[in-house]
Every structure is written in structure tokens, then in C-alpha cells.
């Protein structure tokens, strides 16, 4: 070999060797910023509270303060267990239940910072109550809508569906982001959904299963280990450098991984339309990644997640809105960096959206 032919080598050698130290330097760097933000959080403890029939729900007539890296907020409940608005209404008729996880109830800003309680303040003769519950899964909030019903006698109902994870979470006994048990729906040969893990088991989640991210199911690899982390960098790699055929196997997979989740969530539709005679709609919630980095695979997931929902909509007849436009507007930057939920900018978008949508679907009725 020639001294110049060594001398490339030793330049490419040496390029390697600095990528992957630096490649290694940035995952130490990143987990240690990662633990350091989840140190810096708290909350009073007492929100969240065992149910047999739905793993969790909001304990009643609790108020207390949660400290984040992000944010510091205060949050209160009714006498329901509803997170509560600032604007109290004595209102018997044109009552809306709005049904959601995290996103709608608000974690991050203060009881009259919410989108639902926005929409309160902005509507005297309508009442927002807000069915948010932390962690709540699509299938979740089917077992527990009859009992919602129940307490709140609703007129219509708005049902928001997170496009980050809701279609993940549906159909499995854990949650990716939450830590305990919950129930989970799944089809008889005829397509109806059925109840599964009640009563739910009081046991927090598997050590095998504690690493999982959204990613990793998503792309059906698991990043605990070397080649599981491999087969997710060779596919995200081919796909940011837009290769056809990487690009060709992502949407793929991504069709793949959503053909259950979708024929799951058509299900518990058609199920929630059949048990409320109220009028529905469904609302479609964007993540970060979704309006800020929109070539990112958390990105294309989202947004296909986007267009099977609203091709579901339009098969049942239903409703929709879909929340991805107004939050991209201004850069997107109406989520907390760390946390990921809206920030109060944020939940004033929404609820500027979704009065216009609903007015408009109103006055088309």
C-alpha cells in the first residue's frame, strides 16, 4: 500500500473514531440533561387516584402544585373530579363535555390558562366542562364516557385525540408514558370491542418494558440494545437523507404499525356514538415535533396518524377538526421545550380554533 493510500486511510480512520466519540459524548450528554429536568419535578401528591374499572382517575375536590423545569402551575379539581374552570356557570342546557388526556387537561398552566376554560370565559351561554385526565388512552375514555355522561349530562361531546401517542397507547395493558396498569380494548372475530385487564391490576410496569420508548414501538426496535438501536439509526438516517427506499420502508412500516390502532379506534367510535345520544366531535391535537420538524419521523407518523383519522371521520359521518395548521403558525412554538405539553399561548390557539370550527359546524346544522 502506498504512503499516500495510508495516509487517506489514517484521515478516514480518525474521522471515525471522532464521530463515534462524539456520537457516545452526546447520548452521556443528552441522559444526563434528560434525568436533570426530571429531577427538577414535583407535585403535591394525591391527583391521581386507583379505579379498578379504568387504572386511574382525578381525585375530587384536590388542589395542589406542580413544579417542572419548564413551568411552575397550579391545579384544582371539583367536586367531580373535573379539572376545574375559572368561569363557575349555572347553565342546565348547551353543556359540551370535552374529553381528552393531558393535553386537555392542562398540565403546565393554571386552571384558567386551559383551552376548555378559554372557551368558558369567551362563551356565557355555553358550558366547557373539561374531561381531561392525564394519561388517558382513547380506549380509556371509552370505558369511562357512559359514566362522564352520567355525571355531567352533556349536550355534545368533543372528543380530543393526541396524534403523539393515543394510537400507541390504545389496545395495550401499559401505556408508553404512563408508569401503572390500565385496561385495554380488543376485537371479536365480529369487530366489536371488547374490555380486557379489568379489574386492573395494582402493579406498575415491567422492567422490560420501563425502557420503551414511542420510537421503539413506532419502528419496532428496541433502543436497550446495540442492534436495536442500529436498526433504528440505519432507518432514520436513510430517511433524513432521503433515500427511496428507506423512505419507501418507513411508510410501510408506519401503515403497518397503524392498520390495528386504527381499526381499534373505529371501533370504540362507533361504540362511544352508539352509547351517547349527544352530537360528537373529534378534535386532532398535534405534538411538538409535528408542526416544528416536520421531516422528522415523529413528524410523518403524526401527520399520517392525522389523514387515517380524518378518513375515519368522513366513513362515520363524524365531525372533525384538525388542530395541525393553527399550531404551526408562528414557528410552532407554543409547546414547552422539556415537557412537551401546550404552553398558555398555546391553549389560547386552540381555543380560538376550536370556537371558530364549532361555530361554523353549528351554523351548518
Known amino acids: 500500500m502506498s504512503s499516500t493510500s495510508k495516509g487517506w486511510l489514517v484521515k478516514i480512520c480518525s ?22 429536568v426530571l429531577s427538577q419535578e414535583k407535585m403535591d401528591v394525591g391527583l391521581i387516584q386507583y379505579d379498578e374499572k379504568l387504572g386511574w382517575k382525578l381525585a375530587k375536590n384536590w388542589s395542589g402544585q406542580h413544579q417542572h423545569f419548564d413551568y411552575s402551575a397550579h391545579y384544582s379539581t371539583d367536586f367531580l373530579g373535573f379539572r376545574k374552570s375559572s368561569v363557575q356557570k349555572n347553565i342546565t342546557n348547551n353543556r359540551v363535555l370535552v ?13 384558567d390558562q386551559t383551552f376548555v376554560s378559554l372557551m368558558n370565559t369567551d362563551n356565557p351561554d355555553t358550558i366547557f366542562i373539561n374531561g381531561g385526565v392525564p394519561g388517558y388512552a ?30 400507541v397507547d390504545i ?11 390500565k385496561p385495554y380494548i380488543a376485537l371479536t372475530e365480529d369487530g366489536v370491542p ?3 385487564n379489568i379489574p386492573v391490576p395494582r402493579e406498575s410496569k415491567p422492567e422490560a418494558l420501563r425502557d420503551k420508548t414511542l420510537g421503539s414501538y413506532i419502528l419496532d426496535g428496541d433502543r436497550s440494545t446495540f442492534m436495536g438501536r442500529y436498526k433504528i439509526g440505519q432507518l432514520l438516517i436513510g430517511a433524513g437523507l432521503g433515500s427511496p427506499v428507506e423512505k419507501s420502508d418507513l411508510e410501510g412500516l408506519l401503515e403497518k404499525k397503524l392498520k390495528k390502532p386504527i381499526a381499534l379506534m373505529g371501533a370504540a367510535l362507533d361504540l ?5 345520544d349527544q352530537s360528537f366531535t373529534l378534535v386532532l391535537l398535534p405534538g411538538a415535533s409535528a ?3 416536520k421531516s422528522s419521523v415523529s413528524a410523518r407518523y403524526q401527520l399520517l396518524v392525522r389523514d387515517k383519522l380524518l378518513d375515519l371521520a368522513r366513513q362515520k359521518n363524524l365531525k372533525a377538526i384538525d388542530l395541525v395548521t393553527p399550531l404551526s403558525e408562528d414557528g410552532g412554538n407554543y409547546f414547552y421545550p422539556n415537557d412537551g405539553h401546550l404552553t398558555a399561548a398555546g391553549h389560547e390557539v386552540v381555543s380560538k380554533a376550536l370556537m371558530q370550527s364549532l361555530s361554523e359546524a353549528s351554523l351548518a346544522d
Open 15 to 36: 474521522i471515525l473514531i471522532g464521530l463515534v466519540i462524539a456520537l457516545v459524548a452526546s447520548e452521556f450528554a443528552l441522559r444526563w440533561y434528560g434525568d436533570f
Open 99 to 111: 374529553m381528552g388526556d393531558s393535553f386537555t387537561f392542562g398540565l403546565g398552566v393554571e386552571d
Open 138 to 167: 382513547p380506549d380509556q375514555q371509552m370505558l369511562w364516557l357512559r359514566e362522564a355522561v352520567l355525571s355531567t349530562q352533556p349536550d355534545s361531546i368533543v372528543f380530543i385525540i393526541y396524534l403523539g401517542n393515543d394510537l
Open 171 to 181: 389496545g395495550l395493558p401499559f401505556a408508553v408514558q404512563a408508569a401503572y396498569a
Open 194 to 196: 371488547v374490555a380486557k
Open 272 to 276: 362511544m356514538m352508539s352509547e351517547a
Open 291 to 293: 408542526v416544528k420538524s
